[in-house]
């Protein structure tokens, strides 16, 4: 498959996914996905999002008991990263190997709080209220082996997804997320 047709069918499965979240609601735990490529089994060509099986409980760490604090989902991430990469890599790698296709990408879908001066605008812009925490969003994050990064964000409230789709720049390729989901997918394909 050319990378611009499996960019294309990556950003089509991304939106599916975060349209069947924004479907269910808010206030759901994150989720760790493998895109997988069945285009060999199909004459159109698609993507599948396959949920990683992982314990949850590792995203139940995110509320810091007896208080509103609370952490980032990517701490919990970085923490499966760790442990699918190392520990249990030959369990991450069987799993693959059951899948219908090829993984070609990894995906993080979280909610969290833009506390950016950009969310703020983004959140007044579509007249939505801007809570002085943040502004809370939905994220699905995804890195192919094409080397491209992409992101969806929902603000609560909107109608709309923005989408970004890009090869990252260094700022962006360091940030947290983006390597874990690069150490994920090198991890399959090891």
């Given at each position: ?103 070609i990408a990894m995906a993080f ?82």
């Open positions: 498959m050319q990378p611009e047709r499996r960019s294309t069918l990556i950003l089509r499965a991304l939106n599916a996914v975060e349209a069947l979240a924004e479907t269910r609601g808010w206030g759901a735990y994150p989720a760790v996905l493998a895109l997988v490529d069945s285009t060999a089994h199909t004459i159109v060509g698609s993507i599948d999002a396959e949920e990683i099986p992982i314990n949850q409980d590792v995203w139940r760490q995110h509320t810091v008991p007896g208080t509103r604090f609370t952490l980032p989902y990517w701490i919990g991430l970085q923490a499966i990263t760790d442990t699918l990469t190392t520990v249990k890599v030959p369990r991450l790698r069987a799993w693959t190997r059951e899948q219908i296709g090829p993984v879908l979280a909610e969290g709080l833009d506390t950016s001066d950009a969310g703020r605008r983004a959140a007044a812009a579509h007249g939505l209220p801007v809570d002085p925490d943040g502004v809370p969003v939905r994220a699905v994050s995804a890195c192919d082996i094409d080397g491209r990064f992409y992101q969806l964000l929902r603000i609560r409230g909107a109608d709309t997804v923005s989408t970004t789709v890009d090869h990252p720049d260094a700022r962006t390729s360091a940030g947290s997320v983006a390597v874990s989901l690069r150490r994920l997918l090198n991890a399959t394909h090891a």
